[in-house]
């Protein structure tokens, strides 16, 4: 699945992931992403992720309207939840399962977490998207894996917590 994001849905993964960057740094919390690129550029570009992920189910009719509203919203609301004390519960909810969206811009990327993420029980599922906000704001779906198959796996590879897409179940 590939999916351009609106213009209104840029403006709201721009507003976002300013708001995320700014709301870290008030609790001072440090950087633990996997990436050389900048907090500021990370926060946007996952929201963006975030949001043609939904906007990828709505259009092939996975979710409803209705349904997209809420998660939208709830992306645009999220707080500040710690993976490493369990309280991370994932971006967006779809027919009770909770999805944590990771994007890169590399259309080779990988599905690469932070060690803090053995910790965040609450989510059941990891998808990966492919794509930049500062080229043509398209994101590509690259594939999921369950939680319970990330964990039962984490160390098995050559560099702990990271999935190449080869590894993906690709139709969600």
């Known amino acids: ?78 707080g500040i939840t710690s993976a490493q004390y369990g309280l991370d519960d994932g971006d967006v909810i779809i027919s009770g399962n909770k999805v944590d969206v990771k994007t890169t811009e590399y259309d080779h990327g990988t599905l690469w977490l932070t060690y803090n993420k053995r910790g965040a029980l609450k989510i059941d599922t990891y998808v990966l998207l492919t794509g930049c906000h500062t080229v043509d704001w398209t994101y590509t779906f690259r594939g999921w894996l369950s939680s319970k198959e990330i964990l039962s796996n984490w160390d098995n590879r050559m560099t702990a917590g990271r999935f190449f897409q080869y590894e993906l179940n690709k139709v969600w």
Not at 38 to 62: P, R, T
Request: with cysteine; net charge negative; glycine share 6%.
């Open 1 to 78: 699945m590939i999916y351009e994001l609106t213009e209104e849905e840029r403006d709201a993964a721009t507003i976002t992931g300013k708001a995320r960057t700014e709301r870290a740094r008030s609790y001072g919390l440090s950087n633990t992403k996997k990436s050389p690129k900048s907090q500021e550029y990370i926060d946007l570009n996952g929201a963006c992720g975030e949001i043609a992920f939904i906007g990828m189910l709505l259009k092939e009719q996975y979710i409803d309207l209705k349904t997209y509203e809420e998660q939208l919203a709830a992306i645009k609301e999220a």
